[in-house]
């Protein structure tokens, strides 16, 4: 059982991208999902999460650019990006609280590579 994020890549400054974390294996129940990011030099940090009353919660850089969402029947969750800054230039990360057949936790995806150019 794993967390998949894909969906970075580079783009110029003011456009859009799409992140996805898909989760393999047998899967029973996706629940307080999250992204974060780590930008070269610095900690990681919290972008959003999806909590399990479908709240949620942004960092204030990216409120009103960013929105997390899931695909239920996928076991899958995303990141859109709108606007982006290069200061939004970093590796993300997707988490989720997963029962599985072989596990009960949270693991991390590997990242993936956000970078936005001037």
């Given at each position: 059982v794993q967390l998949q994020a894909s969906g970075g890549g580079l783009v110029q400054a003011g456009g859009s991208l799409r992140?996805?974390?898909a989760a393999s294996g047998v899967i029973y129940s996706m629940n307080d999902?999250?992204?974060?990011?780590?930008?070269?030099?610095?900690?990681?940090e919290l972008v959003a999460t999806l909590n399990d009353d479908n709240?949620?919660?942004?960092?204030?850089?990216?409120?009103?650019?960013?929105?997390?969402s899931r695909e239920n029947a996928k076991n899958v969750f995303y990141l859109l990006m709108n606007s982006?800054?290069?200061?939004?230039?970093?590796?993300?990360?997707?988490?989720?609280f997963l029962i599985a057949r072989t596990l009960n936790g949270r693991p991390w995806g590997q990242g993936t590579l956000v970078t936005v150019s001037s």
């Open positions: 992140l996805s974390c999902m999250g992204w974060y990011r780590q930008a070269p030099g610095k900690q990681r709240s949620t919660n942004y960092a204030d850089s990216v409120k009103g650019r960013f929105t997390i982006l800054k290069p200061e939004d230039t970093a590796v993300y990360f997707c988490t989720a």
